[in-house]
């Protein structure tokens, strides 16, 4: 059974860091891309950033390039979002994502989701 698990989201101030982490088990980590995706309230899930399991090329939306980076970890399992200069607008539950293909499927339909983590940036 795969299980992809958040955690690390709060509450912070606007310019404030957070690092989000996905613990994976069930599945071979190390062949899968990984992803995060957000939703903010009343809007559509969002894929902010992905890292592929080959050459690690990664991607970002527009909304988050610059200030966050997505990084794995294969010998943990892990993949992380460091979020830098947090805006109001990055306010959303986070998932954690995998997909077995590349960063063109795990965008369209993840093979996997989490259960999120809530981030919240408010003053």
């Known amino acids: 059974q795969v299980r992809l698990v958040e955690s690390g989201g709060g509450l912070v101030q606007p310019g404030a860091s957070l690092r989000l982490s996905c613990a994976a088990s069930?599945?071979?980590?190390?062949?899968?891309?990984m992803g995060w995706f957000r939703q903010a309230p009343g809007k559509g899930r969002e894929f902010v950033a992905g890292?592929?399991?080959?050459?690690?090329?990664?991607y970002y939306s527009d909304s988050v390039k610059g200030r966050f980076t997505v990084s794995r970890d294969d010998a943990k399992n892990m993949v992380y979002l460091q979020m830098n200069s947090l805006k109001f607008e990055d306010t959303a539950v986070y998932y954690c994502?995998?997909?077995?293909?590349?960063?063109?499927?795990?965008?369209?339909?993840?093979?996997?989701w989490g259960q999120g983590t809530q981030v919240t940036v408010s003053s």
């Open positions: 890292i592929t399991w080959t050459i690690r090329s990664t």
């Open positions: 069930g599945l071979t980590f190390s062949t899968y891309t």
């Open positions: 994502a995998a997909d077995r293909e590349g960063l063109g499927a795990i965008m369209r339909n993840p093979d996997y």
